[in-house]
């Protein structure tokens, strides 16, 4: 099997590699490879169950539009959010793709509101508090295509990737490169338990977070560069509605940056969902971590965002990944395979929480099979100590916010570390090889990675 393109993983940053090598009337030949399911045979079990099935392989993490437009569906429209991709491009370059990118969801059905653009006291006033409370309000305008509305716009993409002779392998592992004197020449796929390779003179990887500790050993394996990046640990932090009711109207999405005492380690909310519900996400090896969905339609009482701490290893460790890990393992140990929560007062007074004392609660979880425990036996002191310091600083912003009824789970862990070194078309050290996306380190969102995809489809296109 003989291709022009190979394109390893369906989520934003393959699909837009593809999508605008078709408007720009590409005659390469393409093949796409997803490890998951099209977007019509992506269910997960639990709607109908009611708790985690704990798949071989979830539904929610991987498939066309992969993790992210599986969770809650926002586009960042900022070029300060997103990841370091505007590092590499331009921030002015960055900001122009995005323009174009969010004008190309927009053609395939993406609502048409956007959200947190504000700006009047309400706005100026949270702003206000952030700097008393010594936090940076990121201003970013949100589009929200919602969990269930993304399913259906990616299904659009899919099948017109698909009329426009997009070839695609569903439920295809892609086991690693063919590189030969630092050119890449294509790749091998399990099928049926046999090794198979198929050839090309371009592979883009885009595997996403779900495939970052996948990409980490094949560049190691291969001599790809690369370098140890940032791995976020964190909590998905629920209250009510009505503590979070002034930001959720003024900005939909809060994203707060801070660096608490002592360490000043960068920490930083992530993915806000008013009215949403916490979820489940199953990676390899059983390890269990936490999320949030947000849907057009469907509301819960509660906004639950993510607080997340930001990682950077210096020499001689080179793991990242495998380090995050292991803390998303410990917390699963400690929970019974299931997610942990517990009461954000019941950690300063130093007490587990017991199923008994949620029930009793103004404050509901949405995640109905998270465990009740103590989730400081797992997390590592450093980010514990960061979390409890931010959470008092947005208490400041946010009155309420650190109360004692708010829950904490864990784990949230969002594995972007390897960090592949590109130029700025896009290429690595080994002919013919692209890597884009969350799993390449540059980006860190449905956005950022879209519009890597979109450049990539344009150099592409230019080398022809």
């Known amino acids: 099997m003989n291709y022009d393109l190979i394109i390893v993983g369906s989520g934003p940053a393959g699909i837009f590699t593809a999508l605008e090598l078709i408007k720009l009337k590409s ?149 690693n490169l063919v590189i030969n004197d630092n050119v890449c020449t294509g790749v091998i796929i399990d099928q049926n338990g046999e090794d198979v390779t198929i050839s090309a003179p371009e592979v883009v990887i885009a595997t ?122 410990l917390t699963n140990m400690l929970g019974a395979g299931h997610i942990l929560v517990q009461r954000f007062g019941d950690i300063l007074d130093g007490k587990r929480t017991w199923q008994h004392e949620l029930a009793k609660s103004n404050l509901k979880p949405t995640l109905k099979d998270a465990v009740a425990g103590d989730i400081t036996a797992a997390m590592p002191y450093r980010a514990m100590t960061n979390i409890i310091e931010f959470i008092k600083m947005l208490d400041i912003v946010v009155p309420g916010f650190a109360s004692t009824e708010t829950l904490l789970y864990s784990p949230e862990l969002k594995f972007y570390s390897n960090k592949v070194r590109m130029d700025e078309s896009l290429n690595t050290n080994i002919k013919g090889l692209h890597c884009l996306g969350d799993s390449s380190g540059w980006t860190r969102g449905l956005m950022m990675a879209s519009v890597m995809g979109v450049l990539m489809g344009r150099k592409l296109k230019e080398a022809e």
């Open 27 to 175: 005659n390469k030949k393409i093949l796409l490879i997803e490890k998951g399911n099209p977007v019509e045979k992506r269910h997960c079990p639990k709607a109908e169950i009611g708790s985690c099935a704990s798949c071989k392989r979830c539904a929610i993490t991987t498939g066309f539009s992969g993790a992210g437009a599986f969770s809650d569906g926002k586009l960042s429209l900022s070029y300060e959010v997103g990841g370091d991709l505007p590092m590499l491009i331009g921030e002015d370059f960055a900001q122009e793709l995005i323009d174009y990118t969010d004008k190309i969801y927009l053609d395939f059905g993406a609502d048409t509101k956007v959200e947190g653009i504000n700006s009047g006291d309400a706005i100026k006033e949270i702003r206000k508090n952030a700097i008393k409370a010594g936090l940076k309000l990121v201003d970013c305008p949100i589009r929200h295509l919602g969990t269930e509305k993304a399913q259906q716009l990616y299904y659009k993409i899919q099948t017109f990737l698909q009329n426009n002779n997009v070839d695609m392998m569903f439920n295809t592992e892609c086991k």
């Open 208 to 329: 996403g977070r779900r495939g970052a500790d996948w990409l980490e050993k094949i560049c190691a394996e291969h001599d790809i560069a690369h370098a140890p990046g940032t791995v976020d640990i964190g909590v998905r932090v629920e209250c009510r509605n009505e503590i979070m009711e002034k930001v959720n109207e003024a900005l939909y999405e809060s994203k707060l940056i801070g660096y608490p005492k002592p360490w000043k380690n960068k920490v930083r909310t992530f993915c806000q969902n008013p009215g949403g519900f916490v979820a489940q996400e199953n990676y390899d090896n059983d390890l269990a971590v936490v999320n949030g969905h947000s849907f057009k339609d469907k509301k819960s009482e509660n906004t639950n965002l993510a607080i997340l701490v930001s990682h950077n290893f210096t020499e001689p460790f080179n793991q990242p990944i495998e380090y995050a890990q292991k803390v998303g393992e």
